[in-house]
């Protein structure tokens, strides 16, 4: 019951609801002072008579919490002395001997995700709720959005329409330089563009050097691909794939560039993603 208790407690945990496991012999010794007026605590017991998990009811009333029971036996002193018994009802073990838990503690753990699921439900827990819990691996990288991945402004290059690209790029100390694009502002620092290294490379190869000192809106790619700032981080990942481009600026409300998205910083969702 023990081990049970503690993958219940991670279930809650990861689904938004405080919880923690506590062995009832370390509770008996100092660990119930975790223990607030109006928590909940779930006591694991296949019996319903484990002696521990009995002395500690006195306690728990005493610090005014709710006791819900999780036990084969309705009728057991654990059962009787909850405020709410969830009863398994008799259960035969699976061991040939028929005594080592096994089908009881598949059930009672089953039955405690059904609570936690629950709880998740009437919490109205959201995917975004999961992703703050969940910022790693998969799942988190899955439920992320553009903001947590994107290299913000002060790290991109940032360049006026009216700028020549020799002026751009000649700029001492202009940041950047390892996302290979830069983002080409109105007056009014809206986005009307982008110019890609790809592109200055392509103004050498067609012997297009002059163009270095016409203005950058003249060679740059208008109208870019664009996602907003608080969108998925997948729906980055099917612009980027499905244009095939390997920067995508992240704009506010306005229009106005906030940060870039480079194909490097989705390395872990592109890689997620199933092949077609």
Request: charged fraction near 25%.
């Amino acid at each position: 019951a023990g081990l049970v208790g503690q993958k219940l407690a991670a279930t809650l945990a990861s689904t938004g609801t405080r919880a923690f496991p506590m062995h009832p012999a370390e509770a008996l010794h100092g660990d119930l002072g975790r223990i607030r007026a109006g928590d909940v605590v779930l006591a694991l017991s296949q019996s319903g008579e484990t002696e521990e998990v009995l002395r500690l009811i006195p306690a728990l009333r005493r610090l005014e919490a709710d006791l819900v029971a999780i036990t084969e036996r309705s009728g057991s002193r654990l059962g009787r002395a909850a405020d709410l018994c969830l009863a398994l009802g008799p259960i035969e073990e699976a061991c040939p001997m028929g005594l080592a838990p096994s089908a009881s503690t598949t059930v009672m753990m089953a039955v405690g995700d059904a609570l936690a699921l629950l709880v998740c439900r009437m919490r109205s827990f959201r995917p975004e709720d999961f992703a703050l819990y969940h910022p790693g691996g998969k799942l988190g990288r899955q439920l992320s959005r553009v903001d947590d991945l994107m290299r913000p402004l002060r790290l991109v290059r940032v360049a006026k329409v009216e700028e020549s690209v020799r002026e751009v790029f000649s700029r001492h100390g202009m940041p950047g330089r390892r996302s290979g694009a830069v983002l080409i502002v109105d007056a009014s620092e809206r986005l009307v563009g982008i110019f890609t290294d790809s592109d200055l490379a392509r103004l050498f190869e067609h012997r297009r050097e002059q163009m270095l000192d016409r203005p950058i809106g003249r060679v740059m790619t208008p109208d870019p691909v664009q996602v907003a700032v608080g969108a998925p981080a997948s729906e980055a990942v099917e612009a980027m794939k499905g244009r095939k481009i390997s920067e995508l600026p992240v704009v506010d409300r306005g229009g106005r560039p906030v940060g870039l998205i480079d194909l490097t910083d989705l390395i872990g969702l592109v890689a997620d993603e199933p092949e077609e």
